[in-house]
């Protein structure tokens, strides 16, 4: 009986281990499967993606860049469900990194104004959607 209990144990363990894994900041391998799938991602995976940001990273040169550079094109390909995600984790994710984010593109090849217009039209909170609204115009601000 004691045997039976130790394995039952031991897979209940395993289990929550293997998926029930928390997300590290910083993580690279999250965004290398976020680069593979955007534009197809589910919200846990854009979740998973943004629950990588934090201030440890702002150091760390290439995860800044590539996360950054993500960031943008997440939300010019999947604005409605990256937005309503940050909405919903927000409690969860560093919301204010990914914000310092938003006011500092890495890239000027995004175009701001028309990511600017695909915010407005997504139903989410109004004080998100213009925290995320005037954090891209700052960045707009600081292009030109």
């Not at 919200?43 to 860049?65: H, M």
């Amino acid at each position: 009986m004691k045997l039976r209990f130790c394995i039952l144990t031991i897979l209940a363990l395993t289990n929550t281990t293997l998926f029930g894994q928390v997300i590290e900041k910083c993580d690279r391998a999250i965004l290398l499967s976020t680069s593979n799938k955007i534009g197809q991602l589910t919200q846990k995976e854009i979740a998973d993606f943004l629950l990588t940001f934090g201030k440890e990273c702002r150091n760390n040169v290439e995860y800044s860049e590539w996360s950054n550079e993500l960031l943008f094109s997440l939300l010019d390909k999947q604005t409605e469900l990256a937005l309503k995600t940050i909405e919903k984790e927000e409690k969860n994710i560093e919301k204010d990194e990914i914000l310092d984010n938003l006011s500092e593109p890495i890239h000027d090849t995004v175009d701001l104004k028309d990511l600017i217009a695909k915010i407005d039209k997504v139903k989410i909170s109004v004080r998100l959607k213009n925290e995320i609204i005037e954090r891209l115009k700052t960045a707009d601000g600081k292009l030109n």
